[in-house]
């Protein structure tokens, strides 16, 4: 299996869709014009210990990475939700987790919104733990 099948079959699954009416690409429209939701396929870390940085950057927050598909110039990425500094890439986004996110014991929801269609991303939970 190719990885545009791969990305095809993730989104399905993500979304509840059957893999024949999803079509991936890049500008997140498929040939029939149907525009794809964001979706997340990895991402890391998934947990840390309470108060403990991690890939921590000069502006003292720590930096998350993400494997995404159907993410355009328009998403933006909510940690409980609320909107957080990231960079988008085709396929790879980062982004910066403020210190206070990761100071107390508890899951974070995580997901990415395109602010142009209104369309969400499947939700992921990043751990914090003692």
């Known amino acids: 299996m190719d990885s545009e099948s791969k990305?095809?079959?993730?989104?399905?699954?993500?979304?509840?869709?059957?893999?024949?009416?999803?079509?991936?690409?890049?500008?997140?429209?498929?040939?029939?014009?149907?525009?794809?939701?964001?979706a997340i396929i990895n991402f890391g870390p998934i947990s840390m210990k309470s108060g403990e940085d991690f890939n921590l950057q000069p502006n003292n927050h720590s930096l998350m990475w993400m494997n995404v598909i159907n993410v355009t110039y328009n998403t933006v990425v909510l940690f409980n939700d609320e909107i957080i500094p990231s960079t988008n890439g085709k396929n790879f986004?980062?982004?910066?987790?403020?210190?206070?996110?990761?100071?107390?014991?508890?899951e974070n929801k995580i997901f990415l919104f395109d602010t142009k269609t209104g369309l969400t991303s499947n939700v992921v939970i990043f751990s914090v733990i003692t």
């Open 7 to 38: 990305d095809i079959q993730q989104v399905a699954k993500i979304n509840d869709l059957d893999p024949s009416m999803v079509l991936a690409a890049d500008s997140n429209k498929g040939e029939t014009g149907l525009v794809m939701p964001p």
């Open 93 to 106: 986004l980062t982004c910066s987790i403020a210190r206070q996110n990761y100071q107390n014991p508890g």
